[in-house]
Protein backbone atom coordinates (compact mmCIF):
# COMPACT_ATOMS: atom_id res chain seq x y z
CA UNK A 1 0.00 0.00 0.00
CA UNK A 2 1.67 3.44 -0.87
CA UNK A 3 0.33 6.67 0.73
CA UNK A 4 -1.58 8.59 -2.05
CA UNK A 5 -3.82 5.26 -1.69
CA UNK A 6 -2.63 3.29 -5.17
CA UNK A 7 -2.35 -0.64 -4.28
CA UNK A 8 -0.14 -3.07 -6.24
CA UNK A 9 -2.03 -6.01 -7.85
CA UNK A 10 0.35 -8.38 -7.53
CA UNK A 11 -1.43 -11.27 -8.35
CA UNK A 12 -2.76 -9.60 -12.08
CA UNK A 13 1.33 -8.86 -12.53
CA UNK A 14 2.18 -12.37 -11.76
CA UNK A 15 -0.36 -13.78 -14.14
CA UNK A 16 1.26 -11.93 -17.01
CA UNK A 17 4.67 -12.65 -16.23
CA UNK A 18 3.65 -16.30 -16.37
CA UNK A 19 1.64 -15.41 -19.49
CA UNK A 20 4.36 -13.69 -21.33
CA UNK A 21 7.12 -15.50 -20.07
CA UNK A 22 5.71 -19.10 -20.89
CA UNK A 23 5.26 -17.78 -24.82
CA UNK A 24 8.53 -16.25 -25.13
CA UNK A 25 10.13 -19.23 -23.74
CA UNK A 26 8.22 -21.40 -25.97
CA UNK A 27 9.49 -18.64 -28.48
CA UNK A 28 13.51 -19.60 -27.19
CA UNK A 29 12.73 -23.08 -27.69
CA UNK A 30 11.88 -23.04 -30.97
CA UNK A 31 14.33 -20.80 -32.39
CA UNK A 32 16.57 -22.93 -30.31
CA UNK A 33 15.61 -26.10 -32.00
CA UNK A 34 15.20 -24.56 -36.00
CA UNK A 35 18.48 -22.90 -35.96
CA UNK A 36 20.46 -25.88 -35.34
CA UNK A 37 18.11 -28.06 -37.76
CA UNK A 38 18.23 -25.01 -40.48
CA UNK A 39 21.64 -24.64 -40.04
CA UNK A 40 22.33 -28.32 -41.56
CA UNK A 41 19.60 -28.49 -44.16
CA UNK A 42 21.61 -25.75 -45.42
CA UNK A 43 25.48 -27.80 -45.38
CA UNK A 44 23.68 -30.69 -46.63
CA UNK A 45 22.32 -28.76 -49.54
CA UNK A 46 25.30 -27.20 -50.26
CA UNK A 47 27.42 -30.65 -50.14
CA UNK A 48 24.50 -32.30 -52.64
CA UNK A 49 25.21 -29.09 -54.79
CA UNK A 50 29.11 -29.62 -54.44
CA UNK A 51 28.82 -33.23 -55.91
CA UNK A 52 26.35 -32.46 -58.64
CA UNK A 53 28.06 -29.62 -60.16
CA UNK A 54 31.56 -30.11 -59.08
CA UNK A 55 31.85 -27.09 -57.03
CA UNK A 56 34.97 -26.74 -55.03
CA UNK A 57 35.21 -27.93 -51.59
CA UNK A 58 36.87 -24.18 -50.56
CA UNK A 59 34.17 -22.42 -52.48
CA UNK A 60 31.47 -24.84 -50.70
CA UNK A 61 33.16 -23.86 -47.12
CA UNK A 62 33.30 -20.03 -48.34
CA UNK A 63 29.34 -19.73 -49.28
CA UNK A 64 28.19 -21.81 -46.35
CA UNK A 65 29.87 -19.58 -43.96
CA UNK A 66 28.04 -16.80 -46.10
CA UNK A 67 24.79 -18.46 -45.64
CA UNK A 68 25.36 -19.15 -42.05
CA UNK A 69 25.74 -15.87 -41.08
CA UNK A 70 22.98 -14.65 -43.38
CA UNK A 71 20.44 -16.75 -41.44
CA UNK A 72 21.64 -16.01 -38.30
CA UNK A 73 20.95 -12.20 -38.77
CA UNK A 74 17.27 -13.04 -40.50
CA UNK A 75 16.74 -15.64 -37.28
CA UNK A 76 17.54 -12.47 -34.75
CA UNK A 77 14.98 -10.58 -37.07
CA UNK A 78 12.44 -13.09 -36.83
CA UNK A 79 12.64 -13.32 -33.23
CA UNK A 80 12.58 -9.61 -32.35
CA UNK A 81 9.60 -9.28 -34.69
CA UNK A 82 7.94 -12.41 -32.43
CA UNK A 83 8.99 -10.90 -29.42
CA UNK A 84 6.96 -7.63 -29.71
CA UNK A 85 3.58 -9.39 -31.13
CA UNK A 86 4.00 -11.41 -27.88
CA UNK A 87 3.93 -8.62 -25.85
CA UNK A 88 1.28 -7.09 -27.59
CA UNK A 89 3.27 -4.11 -29.22
CA UNK A 90 2.96 -2.69 -32.51
CA UNK A 91 6.33 -2.74 -34.30
CA UNK A 92 5.40 -0.50 -36.85
CA UNK A 93 5.95 2.77 -34.59
CA UNK A 94 9.65 0.98 -33.90
CA UNK A 95 10.18 0.18 -37.34
CA UNK A 96 9.33 3.99 -38.39
CA UNK A 97 11.43 5.48 -35.61
CA UNK A 98 14.19 2.81 -36.64
CA UNK A 99 13.82 4.57 -40.38
CA UNK A 100 14.28 8.20 -38.79
CA UNK A 101 17.20 6.78 -36.96
CA UNK A 102 19.06 4.97 -39.63
CA UNK A 103 18.01 7.95 -42.03
CA UNK A 104 20.33 10.51 -38.79
CA UNK A 105 23.00 8.07 -39.16
CA UNK A 106 23.05 6.58 -42.48
CA UNK A 107 25.90 9.17 -43.71
CA UNK A 108 28.31 8.01 -40.67
CA UNK A 109 27.79 4.02 -42.17
CA UNK A 110 29.05 4.92 -45.67
CA UNK A 111 31.87 2.78 -44.34
CA UNK A 112 29.17 -0.09 -43.41
CA UNK A 113 28.11 0.13 -47.05
CA UNK A 114 31.19 0.11 -48.39
CA UNK A 115 32.28 -2.78 -46.76
CA UNK A 116 28.85 -4.68 -47.61
CA UNK A 117 29.63 -3.56 -51.41
CA UNK A 118 32.97 -4.98 -51.41
CA UNK A 119 32.31 -8.50 -50.00
CA UNK A 120 29.63 -9.04 -52.71
CA UNK A 121 32.03 -8.33 -55.44
CA UNK A 122 34.85 -10.37 -53.56
CA UNK A 123 32.46 -13.28 -53.89
CA UNK A 124 30.94 -12.68 -56.70
CA UNK A 125 34.26 -12.79 -58.64
CA UNK A 126 35.77 -15.34 -56.14
CA UNK A 127 38.74 -13.42 -55.27
CA UNK A 128 39.56 -15.42 -52.65
CA UNK A 129 37.32 -19.05 -50.78
CA UNK A 130 37.85 -20.31 -47.44
CA UNK A 131 41.55 -22.11 -46.46
CA UNK A 132 43.26 -19.93 -49.28
CA UNK A 133 46.81 -18.63 -48.55
CA UNK A 134 46.24 -14.81 -48.95
CA UNK A 135 48.20 -11.35 -48.29
CA UNK A 136 45.24 -8.90 -47.97
CA UNK A 137 45.11 -5.40 -46.40
CA UNK A 138 48.72 -6.59 -45.41
CA UNK A 139 47.95 -9.56 -43.41
CA UNK A 140 49.31 -12.91 -44.74
CA UNK A 141 47.16 -16.17 -43.86
CA UNK A 142 44.94 -18.70 -44.56
CA UNK A 143 41.40 -17.15 -44.70
CA UNK A 144 39.05 -18.85 -42.32
CA UNK A 145 35.74 -17.07 -43.24
CA UNK A 146 34.55 -14.03 -45.93
CA UNK A 147 31.76 -12.48 -44.76
CA UNK A 148 29.58 -9.40 -46.27
CA UNK A 149 31.21 -7.18 -44.13
CA UNK A 150 34.56 -8.83 -42.84
CA UNK A 151 37.01 -10.92 -44.16
CA UNK A 152 38.46 -13.24 -40.92
CA UNK A 153 42.54 -14.00 -41.81
CA UNK A 154 44.38 -16.44 -39.53
CA UNK A 155 48.09 -15.40 -39.52
CA UNK A 156 50.83 -17.72 -39.13
CA UNK A 157 51.45 -17.05 -35.36
CA UNK A 158 47.54 -17.78 -34.78
CA UNK A 159 46.61 -14.15 -34.45
CA UNK A 160 43.12 -14.05 -36.17
CA UNK A 161 42.69 -10.68 -37.87
CA UNK A 162 39.08 -9.04 -38.79
CA UNK A 163 39.76 -7.14 -42.10
CA UNK A 164 37.21 -4.32 -43.31
CA UNK A 165 35.92 -5.66 -46.88
CA UNK A 166 36.83 -1.80 -47.51
CA UNK A 167 40.45 -2.44 -46.35
CA UNK A 168 40.71 -4.70 -49.10
CA UNK A 169 42.01 -3.05 -51.87
CA UNK A 170 43.96 -5.76 -53.82
CA UNK A 171 44.08 -9.25 -52.20
CA UNK A 172 47.34 -11.61 -53.62
CA UNK A 173 45.80 -15.06 -53.74
CA UNK A 174 48.99 -17.45 -53.03
CA UNK A 175 46.30 -20.87 -53.26
CA UNK A 176 45.32 -20.61 -56.85
CA UNK A 177 47.74 -23.39 -59.23
CA UNK A 178 50.59 -24.92 -58.00
CA UNK A 179 53.29 -22.95 -55.79
CA UNK A 180 56.87 -22.61 -56.16
CA UNK A 181 59.90 -24.40 -53.76
CA UNK A 182 62.47 -22.43 -53.81
CA UNK A 183 66.25 -23.09 -52.32
CA UNK A 184 69.15 -21.14 -52.49
CA UNK A 185 72.19 -22.71 -51.10
CA UNK A 186 75.97 -21.12 -50.63
CA UNK A 187 79.07 -23.04 -50.92
CA UNK A 188 82.42 -21.90 -50.34
CA UNK A 189 84.62 -19.76 -53.56
CA UNK A 190 87.22 -22.65 -53.06
CA UNK A 191 84.75 -25.68 -54.06
CA UNK A 192 84.34 -26.56 -57.52
CA UNK A 193 80.79 -25.56 -58.64
CA UNK A 194 80.55 -28.56 -61.18
CA UNK A 195 81.16 -30.83 -58.14
CA UNK A 196 78.38 -29.22 -55.76
CA UNK A 197 75.61 -29.03 -59.02
CA UNK A 198 76.52 -32.66 -59.36
CA UNK A 199 75.52 -33.33 -55.68
CA UNK A 200 72.70 -30.93 -55.67
CA UNK A 201 71.35 -33.01 -58.98
CA UNK A 202 71.22 -36.22 -57.02
CA UNK A 203 69.81 -34.20 -54.64
CA UNK A 204 66.60 -33.57 -56.54
CA UNK A 205 66.59 -36.69 -58.63
CA UNK A 206 65.82 -38.01 -54.61
CA UNK A 207 62.46 -35.42 -54.84
CA UNK A 208 61.70 -36.70 -58.31
CA UNK A 209 59.44 -39.04 -56.85
CA UNK A 210 57.45 -37.16 -54.04
CA UNK A 211 54.18 -36.52 -54.20
CA UNK A 212 54.54 -33.25 -53.11
CA UNK A 213 56.52 -31.60 -56.15
CA UNK A 214 54.41 -31.51 -59.83
CA UNK A 215 57.36 -30.18 -61.12
CA UNK A 216 61.06 -30.75 -60.67
CA UNK A 217 62.99 -29.91 -58.39
CA UNK A 218 65.87 -28.59 -60.67
CA UNK A 219 69.10 -27.19 -60.23
CA UNK A 220 69.07 -23.62 -62.38
CA UNK A 221 72.66 -23.20 -61.49
CA UNK A 222 74.56 -20.10 -60.11
CA UNK A 223 72.50 -17.82 -58.53
CA UNK A 224 74.60 -14.94 -57.32
CA UNK A 225 77.85 -14.20 -55.95
CA UNK A 226 78.24 -13.58 -52.25
CA UNK A 227 81.10 -11.44 -49.71
CA UNK A 228 81.83 -15.03 -49.02
CA UNK A 229 80.43 -17.57 -50.93
CA UNK A 230 78.59 -18.84 -54.30
CA UNK A 231 75.09 -19.21 -54.05
CA UNK A 232 73.78 -22.19 -56.10
CA UNK A 233 69.74 -22.30 -56.64
CA UNK A 234 67.20 -25.38 -56.83
CA UNK A 235 63.34 -24.86 -57.75
CA UNK A 236 60.56 -26.70 -58.45
CA UNK A 237 56.85 -26.79 -58.02
CA UNK A 238 54.57 -28.24 -55.83
CA UNK A 239 50.91 -28.86 -54.76
CA UNK A 240 49.39 -25.92 -53.18
CA UNK A 241 50.63 -24.89 -49.40
CA UNK A 242 53.41 -27.75 -49.82
CA UNK A 243 55.84 -25.48 -50.73
CA UNK A 244 57.25 -24.68 -47.54
CA UNK A 245 57.64 -28.44 -45.84
CA UNK A 246 59.47 -29.16 -49.34
CA UNK A 247 61.98 -26.57 -48.90
CA UNK A 248 63.06 -27.79 -45.47
CA UNK A 249 63.40 -31.28 -46.22
CA UNK A 250 65.52 -30.65 -49.25
CA UNK A 251 67.95 -27.96 -47.30
CA UNK A 252 67.93 -30.94 -44.83
CA UNK A 253 68.93 -33.56 -47.30
CA UNK A 254 71.82 -30.74 -49.20
CA UNK A 255 73.40 -30.10 -45.58
CA UNK A 256 73.86 -34.17 -45.45
CA UNK A 257 74.63 -34.77 -49.33
CA UNK A 258 77.11 -31.59 -48.57
CA UNK A 259 78.88 -33.30 -45.46
CA UNK A 260 79.25 -36.52 -47.21
CA UNK A 261 81.01 -35.00 -50.04
CA UNK A 262 82.88 -32.56 -48.09
CA UNK A 263 81.60 -29.54 -49.66
CA UNK A 264 81.78 -26.40 -47.59
CA UNK A 265 78.69 -24.34 -46.33
CA UNK A 266 80.43 -21.01 -45.47
CA UNK A 267 79.79 -18.81 -42.69
CA UNK A 268 80.01 -14.94 -42.60
CA UNK A 269 82.97 -14.49 -41.23
CA UNK A 270 86.38 -11.72 -41.39
CA UNK A 271 89.75 -10.69 -42.20
CA UNK A 272 92.02 -8.43 -39.77
CA UNK A 273 94.47 -6.78 -41.47
CA UNK A 274 96.96 -5.76 -38.54
CA UNK A 275 99.62 -2.91 -39.83
CA UNK A 276 102.79 -2.37 -37.96
CA UNK A 277 104.57 1.06 -38.47
Avoid at 44 to 59: C, F, G, I, P, W
Avoid at 64 to 93: D, H
Wanted: proline share 3%; hydrophobic share 45%.
Amino acid sequence: MFEDGLQIDWSYILENVIYYGIQILILIIALLIISPIAKKLISAALNKSSTRQNVSEARIQTLEKLLLNAFSYVLIFIFVVMFFGIIEQPIGPLLAGAGVVGLAIGFGAQGLVSDIVTGFFILLEKQIDVGDYVTAAGYDGIVEEVGLRTTKIRGFNGTLHYVPNREIAGVSNHSRGNMRALVDIGISYDDNIDQAMAVLKSVCEEFQTDSRFTEGPDVLGVQAFGSSEVVLRIIGKTENMEQWSAERDIRKRIKEAFDENNIEIPFPHQVYVQKNN
